[in-house]
């Protein structure tokens, strides 16, 4: 017998999670670039050092969930 009766909504399901990462990952990564661009506005250098650091910063947390998204797809097939 098989552990999944409907193999068909699994791989549905699995495609929509694959299909919402990008989203996600953009998302993340704009509200801390917007944040940092906030921040230099209200406290100005010549640098601009806050929306770059804070840039990479949602980088760094997107690909974190990324890889902790497709560990969690790969566990469940």
Do not use: C
């Not at 250098?45 to 929306?51: A, D, E, P, R, W």
């Amino acid at each position: 017998m098989t552990d999944n009766p409907n193999p068909k909504k699994q791989t549905n399901n699995k495609w929509l999670a694959l299909i919402n990462i990008p989203i996600q990952m953009g998302a993340i990564i704009f509200l801390f670039a917007y944040f940092g661009n906030w921040l230099d506005e209200k406290y100005p250098n010549s640098h601009t050092i806050f929306v770059k650091i804070l840039t990479l910063v949602g980088v760094a947390i997107a690909f974190y969930n990324i890889n902790r998204q497709l560990k969690d797809i790969n566990k469940s097939s």
